[in-house]
């Protein structure tokens, strides 16, 4: 089975801080995505990776960044933590389109920024 | 522009009913999956379904990608299957990139 696994289910910061939120896949797959999860307005894609070192914008990049140093690792960074980026954060990797393209997810992470 | 929608937005059961959910998309698209979000939050994947039907136990699934919209069938639904199922597809020239419904909200009563 693909397995994503994203390093906290639980996490709590303080405004300004600095948060990593970690995303590890073990199926090789080449794309990995960030997306939050929000009451309303449903889930929204923040950046994805096709490849090592490759990364796009998503919808909503503002606030973020991304780094992508090892195909299994997909890292999701908040630079200053903020209050609106109190949300659910989904990880999700896939082979590439032409492969089938099912996207598989982890469990999420909730983060609250205080 | 682009769009995904579900409908009903909220479904409410008793246990060993039928439900179909349905989700209507505006163009062409190269994937299409159905998940559902269990209570704590983890998206599980459901069908991988572009195109055609399929089955695996109580849930069936048809796109009609011509017609551009797919139905989720719940048979003999169980307290089990409440939780939101979401549709997500990638347009055709979309990259990947997974553009997901609203949800419907389900809630199976014993």
């Known amino acids: 089975d693909v397995k994503v696994t994203q390093s906290s289910r639980y996490l709590v910061k303080r405004t300004g801080e600095k948060v990593f939120l970690e995303c590890v896949q073990d199926m090789d797959h080449e794309n990995m995505f960030w997306y939050r999860q929000d009451p309303g307005l449903g889930l929204r894609l923040i950046y994805f990776?096709?490849?090592?070192?490759?990364?796009e914008k998503g919808d909503i990049p503002e606030g973020y960044s991304v780094s992508r140093e090892k195909k299994e690792r997909f890292s999701l960074i908040l630079e200053s933590a903020s209050t609106n980026q109190t949300s659910m954060y989904l990880c999700a990797s896939s082979l590439p389109i032409e492969a089938g393209a099912i996207q598989y997810f982890g469990a999420g992470t909730r983060l609250s920024v205080l | 522009g682009i769009q995904v929608e579900q409908s009903p937005p909220d479904l409410i059961l008793q246990e060993g009913a039928n439900s179909t959910l349905r989700c209507n998309f505006s163009?062409?698209?190269?994937?299409l999956q159905w998940f559902h979000q269990n209570p704590w939050g983890q998206l599980i994947n459901l069908f991988y379904?572009?195109?055609g039907t399929k089955q695996n136990g109580r849930l069936s699934a048809t796109t009609v990608a011509t017609e551009r919209y797919s139905l989720l069938y719940i048979s003999s639904s169980q307290t089990t299957d409440s939780g939101v199922y979401f549709c997500a597809v990638v347009f055709s020239g979309g990259y990947n990139k997974l553009i997901f419904g609203a949800g419907t909200r389900l809630a199976v009563h014993p």
């Open positions: 163009d062409s698209v190269n994937n």
């Open positions: 990776s096709y490849d090592v070192k490759m990364k």
């Open positions: 379904i572009p195109s």
